[in-house]
């Protein structure tokens, strides 16, 4: 039963009932339907009759479910399964939270509408496209911190708020503790190399998989898909040897046989310049041969986290236009929007992170502490001096009071909502962290 109509009546392996309200939409694995469950409504996805006999061991892949769905979701992020419905006429479906209002899945931020001359979807500020980054990069931290790797992992996976940059998981029902293959038949164009080759999926080839979205979530265009690998007619072969043999990154400063050009690889080649030089570093490296061949050396997590975090805070509303632009700390650059110059003499440096002294930027609990912390909880703001802007001052916004100490060895203290002005040497205490102007 690969068709489930209204009113439609199932039980799951608890014994509970849930009932069919509406279709929702459908995919290569199955349908999906708004329910009522218990009295509440939420989401059955159910599987095609076709797919479960495509499966190289359905009854292993029903177990793996029934073991997620004990063991629990890694963070509040996904769409976890929650309960497992009961075998009926050769498949079954499994039961998960609805989507709220206000999420867009990653695909419309990846289609141009030629009617609004936009993408689909797009992201209402840089600062919004980051904290998506962020939090697709935790998402997949704590999914590997819990012992669990991705089956089949696609830009159909993440339904993103654009305002917030907030990111629900979904299609966990691919997701393994022990990466064994269950012949889930994903998309070639975001599996690591090995991976399409036919090895087994783990948290390394889902590193690499982790590359491609945040590549595309900056770009729009694929990293892999330049002149050398779009023929004019793509084969199976072809396909396996693009994304598995021979895998060559468009902007490769070793490698140009695949390089971008102007009519497939527009964003990429506008934004690469545009985006800070270790952000483009740790492309090259998920992309280049010591990522793309064994022994597949991948970029980590936290080592993503570090940069989209670092770049967030150096995202900046332009005092001349007012739109978003990039700045360093010790460095005169240029808006990217409107050429006007923007001059950042020093910053604020705490053991793990650095912030530029800035009007407007942002420090995050995470920046500021020793070891791990929150990063989208805010605990200060850089403010200008609304008579002179060239003072820069620290803006308390935890419910606790700082401690400053100054050059001459004095203490004072700020307290939530009071500020310390920027000056060098200065030396702030938040909490247990401490920070040095410069």
């Given at each position: ?172 029902d691919n997701v393994s503790e022990r990466g064994v293959n269950f012949g889930i038949a994903g998309k070639q164009r975001y599996m690591a190399p090995e991976v399409v080759l036919g090895g087994a999926p783990d948290k ?235």
């Amino acid at each position: 039963m690969s068709e489930l109509k209204n009113g439609f009546k199932g039980k799951t392996l608890s014994g509970s009932e849930f009932t069919v309200l509406e279709f929702l939409g459908g995919g290569g694995q199955g349908n999906v339907y708004r329910i009522n469950f218990g009295g509440k409504e939420m989401a059955l996805k159910w599987y095609h009759k076709s797919t479960v006999e495509k499966m190289k061991d359905p009854k292993q892949f029903y177990a793996n479910l029934e073991a997620n769905i004990r063991k629990g979701a890694p963070t509040k992020a996904f769409l976890w399964p929650e309960e497992l419905s009961e075998w009926i006429d050769g498949t079954f479906g499994y039961i998960m939270q609805l989507r709220p209002q206000g999420y867009e899945e990653l695909t419309r931020f990846l289609i141009w509408d030629p009617k609004k001359r936009c993408m689909k979807a797009k992201f209402s500020s840089i600062t919004a496209r980051c904290n998506a980054a962020i939090n697709i990069i935790e998402g997949f931290r704590a999914l590997h911190n819990d012992g669990y790797s991705y089956q089949d992992l696609n830009n159909g996976n993440f339904f993103i708020n654009p305002t917030s940059g907030d990111v629900l998981i979904c299609d966990n029902d691919n997701v393994s503790e022990r990466g064994v293959n269950f012949g889930i038949a994903g998309k070639q164009r975001y599996m690591a190399p090995e991976v399409v080759l036919g090895g087994a999926p783990d948290k390394r080839s889902d590193r690499f998989s982790l590359a491609v979205i945040l590549f595309r979530m900056l770009f729009v265009e694929h990293p892999l898909e330049g002149k050398y690998s779009t023929p004019p007619c793509m084969t199976p072969e072809l396909e396996k040897k693009f994304y598995g043999s021979d895998p060559v990154f468009v902007l490769d400063p070793d490698d140009d046989r695949n390089a971008a050009n102007n009519q497939l690889n527009t964003n990429t080649l506008r934004f690469w310049k545009i985006y800070p030089e270790y952000i483009r570093e740790l492309f090259i490296k998920s992309f280049g041969n010591e990522s793309v061949k064994p022994p597949y050396d991948r970029v980590i997590e936290r080592t993503w986290l570090d940069a989209f975090v670092r770049m967030r805070s150096e995202v900046v509303a332009c005092p001349h236009c007012g739109k978003e632009t990039f700045i360093s700390e010790g460095y005169t650059a240029s808006c990217m929007y409107c050429g006007g110059p923007l001059t950042c003499r020093g910053g604020i440096k705490f053991k793990r992170f650095e912030v530029p002294a800035f009007g407007g930027v942002k420090l995050y609990d995470g920046q500021v502490r020793e070891t791990e912390g929150d990063f989208h909880e805010i605990v200060a703001e850089i403010v200008r001096n609304k008579k002179d802007p060239s003072k820069l001052a620290l803006r308390n916004l935890t419910k606790s009071s700082w401690n400053v100490k100054l050059p001459d060895n004095t203490v004072r203290t700020v307290e939530p909502d009071g500020v310390m002005p920027l000056i060098k040497d200065f030396v702030v205490n938040i909490g247990s962290a401490e920070g040095t102007v410069f």
